[in-house]
């Protein structure tokens, strides 16, 4: 009796064990299998990207701004020399102004640039920084970033004036140090471009959004007013046409009446345009003709087009030749900002900051 009670019990806690087992066997199956077939993923420890950097704060808190400007040094992809470079982002600035805008305008032109560069790099950063470079702040391409000129490079272009040339732009950029365009309490997309013609754009007319700072103003003081003829034959049209937009189907025997501008922005540029059977965003004939704006009219003559342009650049924001037209009828560079920038307050001032514990102001003279 006891022996077979004895062997009973062993029964009793065999089955159960063995069912355990086979749970726990399966189960190890499965891990295999899914491990296997790629549905479970083992945790990799991936080697931390070098060197980091600390986004800046996404709404505007002076404090921890100040703290960002004079703490940071910034990774700078230089897309020429195909490296990254760790700098200050003041330094970085005086780079970016040296090679946005000419040396040779007006101070508060120059300054008005360097608080539009800072501004743009500041948001470019906050919101996470190169797209096309990911392990940098910013890059050196002006089509990705901001274009950006090294010291080694400002020697190579301006020679002996290079260090005369530096100081006028380190003055620009250190006396407005810290200072950004601020609209609601958001760093602002300080767009700029070389020359609007006699009056910048609307934002949405050129790009996706409509934001309330960037809106067409009157441009009335551009120094020196960019313009361009291209000329350009009807056998010439019809071949880029024809390689642009195959879907216009223009020939020799359609190209005199291919091109027209039904609609045209109440600034001058061309919203619209026809083009043999299809019609296109004024925009867009831009790269067909190399045409240096949107800005233009088209003329037709017996061998044919005259596209006449005003203006360089897209038109949006800040038109540099109208800042330094600006500057030198006597505007300051706030007024000049203030103008190009819609609604917008000058913020950042670390000429001008108090230390964080100060507790008051000491009003200025
Ligand atoms: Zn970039």
């Known amino acids: 009796m006891d022996r077979e009670h004895s062997a009973d019990n062993r029964n009793r806690f065999l089955l159960p064990l063995m069912a355990v087992l086979l749970v726990l066997l399966l189960i190890l199956l499965f891990m295999i299998w899914s491990v296997l077939s790629g549905t479970m993923q083992i945790p990799v420890l991936e080697a931390e990207p070098t060197p980091t950097f600390t986004p800046a704060p996404t709404r505007v808190n002076l404090a921890e701004y100040y703290h960002f400007i004079e703490t940071q040094q910034i990774p700078v992809y230089d897309h020429r020399e195909g490296r990254l470079i760790v700098m200050d982002f003041e330094t970085y600035i005086i780079g970016v102004v040296g090679a946005e805008m000419p040396v040779g305008y007006a101070p508060e032109a120059l300054k008005a640039q360097a608080v539009a560069a800072r501004?743009?790099?500041?948001?470019?950063?906050?919101?996470?920084?190169?797209?096309?470079?990911?392990?940098?702040?910013?890059?050196?391409?002006?089509?990705?970033?901001?274009?950006?000129?090294?010291?080694?490079?400002?020697?190579?272009?301006?020679?002996?004036?290079?260090?005369?040339?530096?100081?006028?732009?380190?003055?620009?950029?250190?006396?407005?140090?810290?200072?950004?365009?601020?609209?609601?309490?958001?760093?602002?997309?300080?767009?700029?471009?070389?020359?609007?013609?006699?009056?910048?754009?609307?934002?949405?007319?050129?790009?996706?959004?409509?934001?309330?700072?960037?809106?067409?103003?009157?441009?009335?003081?551009?120094?020196?007013?960019?313009?361009?003829?291209?000329?350009?034959?009807?056998?010439?049209?019809?071949?880029?046409?024809?390689?642009?937009?195959?879907?216009?189907?223009?020939?020799?025997?359609?190209?005199?009446?291919?091109?027209?501008?039904?609609?045209i922005f109440p600034s001058g540029r061309v919203k619209t345009v026809r083009l043999g059977e299809i019609e296109i965003v004024g925009k867009k004939l831009r790269p067909v003709f190399d045409l240096q704006s949107a800005m233009f009219t088209v003329e037709t003559t017996d061998t044919g087009f005259i596209f006449h342009v005003k203006g360089y650049g897209h038109g949006v924001g800040m038109s540099q030749n109208g800042a330094n037209g600006m500057a030198k009828h006597g505007s300051t560079y706030q007024e000049i900002l203030k103008h190009y920038y819609t609604g917008v307050t000058i913020e950042g001032d670390l000429n001008h900051a108090l230390p964080s514990d100060s507790p008051a102001a000491t009003p200025e003279a």
């Open 119 to 263: 501004t743009y790099a500041l948001r470019k950063i906050l919101r996470g920084g190169c797209q096309t470079y990911p392990e940098a702040a910013v890059c050196t391409n002006s089509s990705c970033c901001q274009a950006f000129i090294s010291d080694s490079r400002m020697e190579e272009r301006w020679k002996d004036a290079a260090g005369m040339n530096y100081n006028t732009i380190a003055e620009a950029v250190m006396s407005t140090v810290g200072e950004v365009l601020v609209y609601h309490g958001e760093i602002v997309d300080a767009m700029f471009h070389a020359c609007s013609g006699g009056r910048t754009e609307n934002s949405e007319n050129v790009y996706a959004n409509a934001l309330p700072y960037l809106r067409g103003v009157e441009s009335p003081y551009e120094d020196p007013m960019r313009t361009q003829d291209v000329e350009v034959s009807f056998e010439e049209a019809v071949e880029k046409i024809n390689t642009a937009y195959p879907d216009a189907k223009v020939s020799m025997d359609n190209i005199r009446s291919a091109i027209s501008l039904p609609e």
